[in-house]
């Protein structure tokens, strides 16, 4: 509550605005480092899983990096092994068991 009533100050003291100031500097690259990890972390799993180096994934820092990032997976061949042919997804799942008969409803007596 005091951070909002400072804000809606007129005339701050300068002393309190440094000091104001030099808290959110501190905490800035700490956000961003948080921000880069939460973006870097997925893609080096995707790169690795595409048969790509996963070192790619450091294109994010790079200022539009991550358009060229999204370039090189959207429209390169990935190195990854084809499905046999003629698989589908319903023939990789053993034959479920019959369900139980269901009584009739509504119970007849």
């Not at 809606?8 to 000091?19: M, R, S, W």
């Amino acid at each position: 509550m005091h951070f909002l009533a400072l804000i809606q100050q007129n005339n701050i003291d300068p002393e309190t605005a440094k000091h104001l100031v030099g808290f959110f500097l501190a905490f800035i690259p700490i956000i961003i480092l948080i921000g880069l990890a939460i973006v870097i972390v997925p893609f080096w799993f995707i790169c690795k899983k595409a048969g790509f180096s996963p070192w790619l994934s450091l294109l994010y820092i790079v200022p539009l990096g991550n358009l060229v990032l999204y370039y090189i997976l959207a429209f390169a061949e990935w190195k990854v092994v084809p499905a046999p042919p003629g698989w589908t997804q319903y023939t990789q799942y053993p034959p479920q068991p019959p369900y139980p008969p269901q009584p009739p409803y509504p119970p007849q007596a």
